[in-house]
């Protein structure tokens, strides 16, 4: 079966996936897709939005210094992205965030004169 174009959240959508996450938060992505106006997303969709996007308790601000530095901190000791929300100064991070930010700014910083990656 050919995979189906990405298409946009829409706000509707989204609105439905929060209020029953909330509502149900034992129910399986299956179990809200059936529930919610979802037909066309897949759990795994369903999922990664949530966690990704939509959990309140995100901060989608500028990162502290702080949290660069533990970032790099964690990134040396080879902590998975998944993990690191879990320290108390990245609770309000997703991994994706997390990832984004090593990404897009911290792991040039990090290189050292051995590291193959080092510009």
């Not at 299956?30 to 939005?49: M, Y």
């Not at 996007?53 to 989608?60: A, P, T």
């Not at 992205?81 to 320290?87: I, L, N, T, Y």
């Amino acid at each position: 079966m050919p995979r189906q174009p990405r298409q946009l959240w829409t706000q509707e959508e989204d609105d439905d996936l929060k209020r029953l996450r909330r509502e149900n938060p034992k129910y399986s992505w299956e179990e809200i897709i059936k529930q919610g106006n979802l037909e066309g997303r897949t759990p795994k969709s369903c999922s990664h939005r949530w966690h990704n996007y939509l959990k309140s308790d995100f901060n989608g601000g500028e990162f502290s210094p702080e949290e660069d530095e533990q970032i790099i901190n964690l990134k040396r000791r080879h902590v998975s992205w998944a993990s690191m929300p879990e320290e108390p100064l990245l609770k309000h991070r997703s991994p994706n965030d997390i990832e984004n930010r090593w990404y897009s700014r911290l792991k040039k910083g990090t290189a050292t004169v051995s590291d193959p990656r080092r510009p």
